[in-house]
T-cell receptor, first 116, second 115 residues
Framework: AQKITQTQPGMFVQEKEAVTLDCTYD???????LFWYKQPSSGEMIFLIY??????QNATEGRYSLNFQKARKSANLVISASQLGDSAMYFC?????????????FGSGTRLQVQP | DAGVIQSPRHEVTEMGQEVTLRCKPI?????LFWYRQTMMRGLELLIY????????DSGMPEDRFSAKMPNASFSTLKIQPSEPRDSAVYFC?????????????FGSGTQLSVL
């Protein structure tokens, strides 16, 4: 079974609008971390935001916020006031804490295109 | 402070040749990861090390792939013999301890093309 599911292969958004990128996850581990990375066309992986399973509040980092719904096992990324430079692939990832496994498992990604 | 350094950035080789990819993690980071990215399979974990010891190599595709970490500042991923289906971007990443809340710091990747 997929650990991380990103159901939107591609998304379009107008510049200055907000956009939500979906991510659902599957784990039975009570301790886990959720991450979002951005990969522009240049190829590097850029960390955006982190949410821990025990965090009471949704994470925010500048224009990025994470809509964490634990019961639904979803961790959607919200980008406010989109900019042309936000056009990139976005990956959701999870690290489970209780199994001793310390690698991140990535979703298939969503390609975001910001239109002027 | 320098980030994760990978070399080479690009590698073009012929089927059957040996390929060696190199990685220098961030100083002080004890966990090192090798990922492979392809269009078909996305980002896959190949292997990760903690304190230079391989912890999980279940993602290594087959015996043609091997990885070593002889010391805390250097790791290699070797493919011998290489095949066209090995063409991909190979990322190395590191994190301080591999704890649940630690992000991975990625290198720039090696674009491998096997002809």
């Amino acid at each position: 079974a997929q650990k991380i599911t990103q159901t939107q292969p591609g998304m379009f958004v107008q510049e200055k609008e907000a956009v939500t990128l979906d991510c659902t996850y599957d784990t039975s581990d009570p301790s886990y971390g959720l991450f979002w990375y951005k990969q522009p066309s240049s190829g590097e992986m850029i960390f955006l935001i982190y949410q821990g399973s025990y965090d009471q509040q949704n994470a925010t980092e500048g224009r990025y916020s994470l809509n964490f719904q634990k019961a639904r096992k979803s961790a959607n990324l919200v980008i406010s006031a989109s900019q042309l430079g936000d056009s990139a692939m976005y990956f959701c990832a999870m690290r489970e804490g209780g199994t001793g496994r310390r690698a991140l498992t990535f979703g298939s990604g969503t390609r975001l295109q910001v239109q002027p | 402070d320098a980030g994760v350094i990978q070399s080479p950035r690009h590698e073009v080789t012929e089927m059957g040749q040996e390929v060696t990819l190199r990685c220098k993690p961030i100083s002080g980071h004890n966990s090192l990861f090798w990922y492979r990215q392809t269009m078909m399979r996305g980002l896959e974990l190949l292997i990760y090390f903690n304190n230079n010891v391989p912890i999980d190599d279940s993602g290594m595709p087959e015996d043609r792939f091997s990885a070593k970490m002889p010391n805390a500042s250097f790791s290699t991923l070797k493919i011998q013999p290489s095949e066209p289906r090995d063409s991909a971007v190979y990322f190395c990443a590191s994190s301080p301890e591999g704890l649940t809340n630690e992000k991975l710091f990625f290198g720039s990747g090696t674009q491998l093309s096997v002809l």
